[in-house]
């Protein structure tokens, strides 16, 4: 699948997924503010930004934000939510400088591209000291990924293979909905569960997913779901583990 018919996916319920989950990241996005000094004056880029919300987080701490997506659909939702600055670009070579950007921030992003290896080291080569590698913990299970294998299968996403960072960080992202409704609503505004309705059909892929959420159900009809991200600070200007 090209970069291009995945934005189209993840365009398809782009406002839901603004609406529910884009913001489940958020402790991991505080982290990355927090460890990295994003504060006045700082430029942030932050790749596959989705709808935004990083941006606008990163832009609220005093930064000038720039995001960039494949989807037109979340750029949109981006420029409607955020005065950051957005670009409807792929992952891979940036039309930025050398050292453009105090941060560039990458969450649950880097598999997205065709050579993930190759935007990582476009992430570096347009920081000015830290780069930020968020993705699913390899070493604790997340509901969320124990969910998509059962509906979608195994995964193939292959990611960036990288250095040794300055700083490894285990980050708690928590995902709760009150009912059964706002749940299916969250996953199917996902672009891979997208993907595997275009061949089974919605109602298939409904019947799946109820199956799979059934021993995250709470007595009172809501859902819970406990997931891990690794966090991967690099730093170009450290005094150990220098990218």
Known sequence: ????????????????????????????????????GITEGKRVLDLACGSGEFCAAATEAGARATGIDISTAMIALA???????????????????????????????????????????????????YVVVC????????????????VRGPGGRKGATLPEPH?????????????EAT?????????????????EGEEKVVEKIRAAVEPFRTPDGAYR???????SIFRKNGQAASI
């Open 135 to 150: 993705e699913w913990h390899p070493e604790h299970a997340s509901d969320l990924l124990v969910i998509g294998r059962a």
């Open 183 to 199: 749940m299916l609503r969250s996953f199917l505004s996902v672009g891979s569960y997208q993907r595997i309705i275009e061949s």
């Open 79 to 129: 420029r409607q939510a955020s005065t950051a600055e957005f670009h409807e670009l792929p992952l891979g070579r940036l039309p930025w400088q050398d050292g453009t950007f105090d941060v560039v921030t990458a969450f649950n992003a880097l598999f997205f591209a065709p050579d993930p290896d190759e935007a990582f080291a476009e992430a570096v080569r347009v920081s000015k000291d």
């Open 1 to 36: 699948m090209t970069e291009i018919q995945e934005g189209e996916l993840w365009g398809r319920k782009a406002a839901e997924r603004a609406a529910i989950g884009a913001k489940m990241s958020m402790p991991a996005w505080k982290t990355a503010i927090e460890r990295t």
């Open 167 to 179: 700083e490894k960080l285990t980050i708690d992202i928590p995902q709760e909905h009150p009912d």
């Open 225 to 231: 779901f406990s997931n891990k991200y690794l966090m």
